[in-house]
């Protein structure tokens, strides 16, 4: 069981807007900023949105991120086949004294 | 370019003992935290291990916590993952990353598997 909550799975045709939600509480998201990763099959992760909605050099706009008290979100706009991957979300956890994954959620390109 | 290259995986029995290293380059790497994270076969990320830049500060998950120990050798640019009395439960692939303040995984490795198994 994960400290932060995703839904297993979301999907979406070509061109639609898709949204991954995660789910914590005052002793991580609440206190932390939330950073996203996203790994395609067979690969290593790969940091994807950092401090809540900052975008690395090299990702698409098409990729955002918002944080709302202890829930954050990613949105994926103009969804592209080879947007399929596994998406996770991440932050620090001031009671744990841990890093905290969120479960996973697998993104499919119908 | 930012690389980091994990070695010393391979398949342990139950109870036994593995040291994983992971060489850094591209960065400067002794003004960096380190990560270790973990993902069991068909599973999700699990956070294992994090020592500061300097190695005064260290943080382990409560499920390797006494058997997994994080160190780092800043003139090496290498930072290791000894893992003793070894499970099942601990095969995984498990990645080195440079960290970005203290929860940012800005840049992982490729990855090594660890097979426990008699």
């Known amino acids: 069981q994960s400290v932060l909550t995703q839904p297993p799975s979301a999907s979406g045709t070509p061109g639609q807007r898709v949204t991954i939600s995660c789910s914590g509480s005052s002793s991580n998201i609440g206190s932390n900023t939330v950073n996203w990763y996203q790994q395609l099959p067979g690969t290593a992760p790969k940091l994807l949105i950092y401090?809540?909605?900052q975008r690395p050099s090299g990702v698409p706009a098409r990729f955002s991120g918002s944080k709302s008290g202890t829930s954050a979100s990613l949105a994926i706009s103009g969804l592209q086949s080879e947007d399929e991957a596994d998406f996770y979300c991440?932050?620090?956890?001031?009671?744990?004294?841990?890093?905290?994954f969120g479960g996973g959620t697998k993104l499919t390109v119908l | 370019q930012v690389q980091l290259v994990e070695s010393g995986g391979g398949v342990v029995q139950p109870g036994g003992s593995l040291t994983l290293s992971c060489a850094a380059s591209g960065f400067i790497f002794s003004n960096y935290g380190m990560h270790w994270v973990r993902q069991a076969p068909g599973r999700g990320l699990e956070w294992v291990s994090f020592m500061r830049h300097d190695g005064s500060k260290k943080y382990d998950a409560d499920s390797v916590k006494g058997r997994f120990t994080i160190s780092r050798d800043n003139s090496k640019k290498t930072v290791y993952l000894q893992m003793n009395s070894l499970r099942p439960e601990d095969t995984a692939v498990y990645y080195c990353a440079k960290a970005d303040g203290v929860a940012t995984l800005e840049y992982w490795g490729q990855g090594i598997l660890v097979t426990v198994s008699s």
């Open positions: 401090t809540n909605d």
């Open positions: 991440a932050t620090w956890d001031d009671s744990l004294n841990a890093l905290v």
